[in-house]
Nanobody, 129 residues
Framework: QVQLVESGGGLVEPGGSLRLSCAASGFTLDKYAIGWFRQAPGKEHEVVSC????????YHIDSVKGRFTISRDNAKNTVYLQMTGLKPEDTAVYYC??????????????????????WGQGTQVTVSS
């Protein structure tokens, strides 16, 4: 069974850190790019960060640059999103998704959601004091 499973969400105070994990099973990520998306209450899905599995190139939206880092562990077939300096506006359900790695990471990261092949179920991140 092909699936992506996110974990690592939770409640954290402003300025705190969390590390999200996206573990793939039923397929290997070596031909895919992985994107992290988020959806805050009442808002559209928003791409956050992406990583190319083939060359490790990364992309982050401006609002998380310098605070979020995306990385991958080939042996574990897992992608991570390290989030530091969290702000209340980072509160959202975070999803990971996989798309075939066919273009630059910026192109893949900014393409429509329906272009992605697999999605996880999401993990809640709440930043509040």
């Amino acid at each position: 069974q092909v699936q992506l499973v996110e974990s690592g969400g939770g409640l954290v105070e402003p300025g705190g850190s969390l590390r999200l994990s996206c573990a793939a099973s039923g397929f290997t990520l070596d031909k895919y790019a992985i994107g992290w998306f988020r959806q805050a209450p009442g808002k559209e899905h928003e791409v956050v960060s992406c990583i190319s599995w083939s060359d490790g190139d990364t992309y982050h939206i401006d609002s998380v640059k310098g605070r979020f880092t995306i990385s991958r562990d080939n042996a574990k077939n897992t992608v991570y999103l390290q989030m530091t300096g969290l702000k209340p506006e980072d509160t959202a359900v975070y999803y990971c998704a996989a798309a075939v790695d066919w273009a630059t990471i910026e192109t893949i990261c900014t393409m429509p959601r329906y272009e992605y092949d697999y999605w996880g179920q999401g993990t809640q991140v709440t930043v509040s004091s």
